[in-house]
């Protein structure tokens, strides 16, 4: 089971993740990582702070996904 932990550093909050990726996903993200010269880590924190900035995402989200 996975737990996410928050706390404060610096003035700056931290989330604490333990995430497990498998399979093609795994492969995909070490590839764009390594071609990019980056943690896949810092990759994937790129990703998720990218969509989360989008309002395309924000509105198919609160959408349900077009359901």
């Not at 089971?1 to 492969?27: F, K, N």
């Not at 994937?44 to 996904?65: E, N, P, R, T, Y």
């Amino acid at each position: 089971m996975s737990q996410i932990t928050r706390r404060a550093v610096s003035g700056s909050v931290v989330l604490d993740v333990e995430l497990t990726l498998r399979g093609d996903l795994a492969q995909t993200l070490l590839d764009h990582a390594k071609k990019r010269g980056m943690a896949p880590v810092q990759l994937l924190a790129s990703i998720v702070s990218f969509v989360l900035k989008d309002d395309l995402v924000d509105a198919v989200i609160d959408d349900g996904g077009g359901k």
